[in-house]
């Protein structure tokens, strides 16, 4: 039997300057034929890795690993909040200029 493995990856980061440091956050959950459950989580800049975490079944890693999944949750919308605001200041400010 085969383990079955599922990859999530959020967030390809776009061609200017500031968005080549954009995050990716890849998920990879391995369900092994010793029924225990594998976690890895990794976010990543296109330079230098930020987090790296696995954990098995127990209730305590999956609660560390809840943690991290809401933090890292919470910085990637910080970053995703920022990158509007200033695309949004952007736009705003060309339109003054033209008008």
């Known amino acids: 039997m085969a383990a079955d493995l599922m ?9 200017r300057p500031l ?10 959950l391995q ?5 225990q459950w594998t976690l890895v989580v990794h976010v990543a ?14 209730a ?7 943690n991290h999944f809401f933090l890292l949750s919470l ?3 910080y970053k ?4 509007m605001k200033r695309r ?4 705003l400010t060309k339109n003054n200029e033209e008008n």
């Open 7 to 15: 990859l999530i990856e959020v967030g390809r980061g776009v061609r």
């Open 19 to 28: 968005a080549a440091k954009a995050l990716t956050l890849r998920v990879v």
């Open 31 to 35: 369900h092994h034929l010793a029924h």
């Open 45 to 58: 800049t296109r330079h230098c890795p930020l987090a790296s975490a696995a954990a098995s079944s127990s």
């Open 60 to 66: 305590e890693h999956r609660h560390q690993i809840a």
């Open 75 to 77: 910085f990637l919308f």
């Open 80 to 83: 995703l909040v920022k990158k």
């Open 88 to 91: 949004m200041l952007e736009v």
